[in-house]
């Protein structure tokens, strides 16, 4: 073959020699500026988790021995606060999601049109959601105070005696769920806002002019349209039920009498009080697969919703 056939395969190559030289360059830069990341995600998620799974396993006996078994979750089971911090986060679950999202759906609905009006209720309503929750936890403690709180200081207006609001085991957890009933309204307030937005006008028009009302439009338009919108914001409120926990270590340590003791809480005592981490790591364990299976069937459930309103 000729040196004259040759020649325009090579300038042929030519251009694809040259990307490659500049794509190898490119490439590099790219997993130097992901390095960073991608080490703080090693280092402050996948490597605890995996050093959680580790301690759940590790049973450690008399002078420092340790061997593999699942000893650790027999004791959790076994443990009768654990039992009690259970039922005390299903009741706080509760006495928490329902109300949030009930009153946050309405709020949404009544205030979803843009006047002056319903701008500064909005505003006043998503306010709490700004406040750390530590902060909200100490001022609500002086507003709780018996006798000197607040709270007492008006019933005491209508004839209600003085109540121990977060010394009484009966009331305690109740009072612990209405901070958190307020602190959250707003936050879910602003979704349900984003998925109202989202609804076509036409279908409302369309179903007044066919002589729906106000609750007929609601019930069989916008209920239904908001199914991937609840289910979004469901899961948001079962990760705050399972992770929300300092207003309960500032307000009652868990007390009186483990009646505002819930799973988190439990975890943190295991592990800081009572520096048993086989424990804590077991019931960490057993919350986290607890909450990937319901967020699991939130997730199916939105991805039917989106796929029914496509």
Request: one cysteine or more.
């Amino acid at each position: 073959m000729s040196a004259a056939s040759t020649t325009p395969n090579l300038a042929s190559l030519a251009p694809s020699i040259v990307a490659d030289r500049r794509r190898i360059p490119t490439a590099w830069a790219a997993y130097a500026l992901l390095a960073p990341s991608a080490v703080f995600l090693l280092t402050f998620t996948y490597w605890p988790v995996v050093q959680v799974l580790f301690g759940s396993l590790t049973v450690k006996g008399f002078q420092g021995a340790a061997h593999w078994g699942v000893d650790n979750f027999a004791r959790l089971f076994a443990d009768p606060h654990f039992a009690h911090a259970v039922r005390n986060n299903l009741v706080y679950a509760a006495g928490t999601i329902v109300p949030s999202l009930v009153l946050a759906l309405g709020f949404a609905v009544g205030l979803s049109e843009t006047t002056r009006l319903s701008s500064a209720l909005r505003t006043a309503i998503a306010m709490p959601m700004l406040i750390p929750l530590v902060a909200a936890a100490s001022l609500f403690v002086f507003i709780f105070l018996p006798n000197a709180g607040l709270l007492d200081h008006y019933l005491a207006y209508f004839g209600i005696a003085e109540t121990n609001w977060l010394g009484d085991p009966s009331v305690a957890l109740g009072s612990i769920v209405a901070i958190t009933v307020w602190k959250n309204t707003g936050y879910y307030m602003l979704f349900f806002l984003a998925g109202l937005a989202g609804i076509p006008q036409d279908l409302l028009d369309a179903a007044k002019i066919d002589g729906a009302n106000a609750i007929q439009r609601f019930l069989r338009i916008t209920l239904p349209l908001l199914g991937p919108t609840c289910s979004f914001v469901l899961i948001i409120a079962l990760l705050n039920v399972l992770t929300q926990v300092d207003h309960v270590i500032v307000m009652t340590q868990g007390g009186p009498s483990d009646a505002t003791s819930m799973l988190l809480f439990y975890i943190y005592q295991q592990a800081h009080q009572n520096y048993d981490v086989g424990l804590a790591s077991a019931a960490t364990v057993v919350s986290v697969g607890f909450l990937f299976a319901l967020s699991v069937v939130s997730l199916r459930s939105l991805e039917r919703g989106i796929h029914h309103e496509v």
